[in-house]
């Protein structure tokens, strides 16, 4: 079965930094882009960072560029999200997905696949 479990998240000052963690299992961690969304209330679910299992590259939201950094641990099969500088319009459920394996490869930003789990709250105070 394939899951995701996020942790990590909290209550922040603005300025503050977060990292939160993303342990994936049940699918070959290795051979997948690994995505960070976010959903804040009455807004749109949409990916901030994504990192390649494959290549190394990364994707970075224009809204986090600079601030966040997206990293992951193979052998662990964990993806992590250092939030520095975090700001009340960060505040968001943060969750984890996989994107599925096309024929040009699984690649940020593309289809997702698996259940949305319960995401972990990032709650920044102004």
């Known amino acids: 079965e394939v899951q995701f479990v996020e942790s990590g998240g909290g209550l922040v000052q603005s300025g503050g930094s977060l990292r939160l963690s993303c342990a994936a299992s049940g699918f070959s961690f290795d051979g997948y882009a690994i995505g960070w969304f976010r959903q804040a209330p009455g807004k749109e679910r949409e990916e901030v960072s994504c990192?390649?299992?494959?290549?190394?590259?990364?994707y970075y939201a224009e809204s986090v560029k600079g601030r966040f950094t997206i990293s992951s641990d193979k052998a662990k099969k964990t993806v992590y999200l250092q939030m520095n500088s975090l700001k009340p319009e960060d505040t968001a459920v943060y969750y984890c997905r996989a994107h599925v394996r096309t024929y040009t490869g699984s690649n940020c930003r593309g289809p997702i696949f698996g259940s949305w789990g319960q995401g972990t709250q990032v709650t920044v105070s102004s």
């Open positions: 990192i390649s299992n494959s290549y190394g590259s990364t």
